[in-house]
């Protein structure tokens, strides 16, 4: 059995994943009013949007068992990370770890999992196909000469999708007997290939050598959806006018591995193969052309439109595909986007955007690149899409689901969300369901957030593995996140949606968890936990945020940090904010229900914003000031000092490997 085939079994056979923490609330409504917001929540802020329990920071936090835990001191500030190294195979111990979670656990050091499915290998000999060498060189920092793509945009477009296209290989059961096209380094030091959007077909893996770059070419018309018509590369009402780098569409059993790099270029400044280019973007103060950031950076801060940029891997509506031990960095837009995929693996992958050497330029503006200037940069989205019709070569219904899918041992430090679980923007869309994501470290990023996307129910079709909440088939459900490690991020543990494009999402548990968040950010003050039905001002389109059987069990904050429990009332102050429309007639109530146990903040909360909430707090206790009253209830169990011991995050917080 194939690592994909063996993670959809996994879930297949009724695992009970959330068994052992899911709520027994009633999802009754709360009544009663919100608190004036101070200000309704902004597209991807982090600010507090209600305020009924308030601590400040030099105000301890209230434990909630008899046994707090002590403070131990903060780690210290890793060393600022530098453009990543090939990723290393994680180590496999002589004794399998046990599946119990033993007391203390020791958060970011596991190397080994018996409860995952094996890990990926690398392609043997006889399944290359092709081996393609480099021609090109880069420079010692990591960046192309201009020489290198000079007289043509994408030299190495025809060639490798030419090796793609004739190792296509539809009969392919898995990894294994996949057919593999190898970029490996050429003669007089070559390691370098430029590409415009390539196509990936079924069983067939793209295997970048150690010490190989596939670079993105710099040119938009190289991404435009239809040949001659330009659309990529411009600023527009909606951001669907390019291709990907490495597209993958309706197919089964593809592949990108190897420990090379893919670098998007998002910071180099663009350059077109049509003469005279009318639509390539000249930067305002006459001083060269504008980068793929610079066009988002404008998109998104400066005209309120969207950037049409590319993003690097874009996997749509297929079966099985793995991405494995390849580094990459800075995007143009997203890195990896897992759209309407049953069967998604992404194992010791790197994600590292901007790089040392576009930090030490400057956008347009004269900003410097980095991880805020480089917008929309987001890390691995999967997500749910619509409903497809015809697959041709992909035997079965696609219901336009994203399921059975698997994150692990990555690293993640870029410009948007580290990892965004998304479930469409409406209901004809399909759902999101058994995702896990374990053993990874997240650095400077937007955190693990769910949404803002969870509209999808496939218009309501029963689904064997979407388990009902009250008789409601939940738009997300069933994801698992453990081991992680969150340093530098500006959001923590997220759920995010509003009333334009959400629906139920349930089942989601978090343990095991290390939180550092960083002193300030520029959208807002850093929330290590942040669950939030008003995300972004909109109209009403009467899909109302409903966030059930939340579950946190073993998760750390190690510095002083904002946090939001909010559910969702439709009769909260901050829907008769500025950019809000459309009120339902009759008040709608759902309470966000979220179970806490072990949920430990080493210091104070700047501040603590709870309403409409139905939260249940285990024997393991938080340091978190919940209390009952108003729109909020608590229910406690008998505290246990046992189980108290907070989650070890002595180890987690490490620098992003390097070279």
């Known amino acids: 059995m194939n690592k994909n085939s063996a993670h959809f079994a996994l879930a297949r056979t009724g695992v009970a994943w959330f068994a052992a923490v899911s709520l027994a609330l009633t999802l009754s409504a709360c009544g009663g009013s919100d608190a004036s917001p101070s200000a309704a929540q902004k597209s991807d802020a982090s600010a507090p949007v209600e305020n009924t329990t308030a601590v400040t920071p030099d105000t301890p936090a209230a434990p909630a068992t008899s046994d707090t ?53 690398l392609p043997l000999a006889p399944q290359i196909c092709a081996t393609l ?66 196509t990936l077909s079924s069983g067939v893996t793209l295997w970048i050598d150690k010490g190989v770059t596939l670079y993105a070419s710099r040119d938009p018309r190289q991404y435009d959806k239809t040949k001659g018509t330009a659309s990529c590369g411009m600023i527009t009402a909606s951001d669907n006018g390019c291709l990907a780098l490495i597209n993958a569409s309706k197919i089964a059993n593809g592949a990108v591995v190897g420990d090379g790099v893919i670098d998007g270029r998002g ?50 509506n297929g079966r099985n595909f793995t991405l494995y031990r390849v580094t990459l960095q800075n995007a143009p837009k997203f890195h990896v986007v897992p759209s309407g995929i049953d069967g998604f693996t992404a194992w010791g992958v790197k994600i590292y955007t901007p790089t040392a050497a576009y930090e030490a330029m400057k956008n347009y503006l004269g900003m410097p690149y980095s991880p805020d200037t480089a917008k929309n940069t987001d890390g691995i989205d999967p997500g749910s899409s619509g409903p497809i019709t015809s697959n041709a070569g992909n035997p079965g219904k696609l219901l336009g689901d994203a399921s059975n899918m698997l994150i692990a041992y990555t690293h993640i430090r870029t410009g948007d969300d580290n990892m965004a679980i998304k479930g469409g923007t409406g209901t004809v869309n399909g759902r999101t369901y058994n995702i896990t994501v374990a053993h990874s470290h997240f650095y400077t990023g937007h955190g693990m957030s769910i949404g803002s996307e969870s509209a999808g129910t496939d ?196 620098p992003f490997p390097a070279q």
């Not at 530098?82 to 770890?97: F, H, I």
């Not at 539809?170 to 030091?189: E, I, M």
């Not at 210091?603 to 909020?632: H, K, M, R, W």
């Open 267 to 316: 910071g180099s400044p663009l350059i077109s193969s049509v003469p005279n280019d009318p639509n390539l973007m000249k930067r305002p103060d006459g001083s060269g052309t504008m980068s793929w950031w610079d066009i988002g950076w404008m998109a998104n801060k400066v005209l309120n439109q969207a950037q049409n940029n590319p993003r690097l891997i874009q996997i749509s």
């Open 133 to 198: 060498p480099a021609t090109l060189t880069a420079q010692a920092n990591g960046l192309l000469p201009d020489s290198a793509d000079a007289t043509d945009t994408a030299p190495d477009s025809a060639r490798i999708q030419a090796a793609l296209d004739a190792c296509k290989n539809p009969s392919s059961t898995g990894l294994a007997t996949n057919k593999a096209v190898r970029l490996v380094p050429g003669a007089n030091g070559a390691n370098a290939f430029i590409a415009g959007a390539l």
């Open 459 to 654: 218009n309501g079709a029963a689904n064997p593995d979407v388990t009902p909440v009250n008789g409601v088939l939940p738009s997300v459900s069933n994801v698992k996140v453990y081991d992680l490690v969150i340093d530098g991020a500006d959001n923590g543990l997220r759920i995010k949606s509003d009333w334009s494009r959400s629906g139920l999402i349930a089942g989601i548990s978090y343990s095991n968890v290390c939180i550092r968040t960083p002193d300030a950010s520029p959208d807002g003050k850093p929330q290590a936990l942040i669950f939030s039905p008003y995300y972004s001002p909109t109209k009403n389109n009467g899909l109302y945020p409903n966030f059930q059987n939340i579950a946190l069990d073993g998760v750390r904050i190690v510095n002083a940090s904002s946090y939001t429990f909010l559910g969702f009332n439709s009769a909260s102050p901050i829907l008769q904010g500025s950019g809000w429309s459309g009120g339902p007639s009759s008040p709608i109530v759902n309470p966000l229900t979220i179970s806490l146990n072990n949920v430990v903040a080493d210091i104070a909360p700047s501040s603590f914003t709870v309403a409409n909430a139905l939260v249940s707090i285990g024997e393991g206790g938080t340091t978190l000031p919940f209390a009952t009253g108003g729109t909020v209830n608590v229910t406690r169990a008998a505290a246990n000092a046992a189980s108290a011991a907070p989650v070890d995050c002595s180890k987690a917080f490490t």
């Open 69 to 121: 835990p002590t403070t131990p001191d903060t780690p210290a500030t890793p060393a600022a990370p530098t453009t990543p190294d090939a990723p290393t195979t994680p180590a496999t111990p002589d004794q399998p770890a046990s599946d119990a979670t033993p007391t203390g656990f020791q958060v970011g050091t596991t190397t080994y999992d018996p409860a995952l499915p094996p890990e990926p290998t």
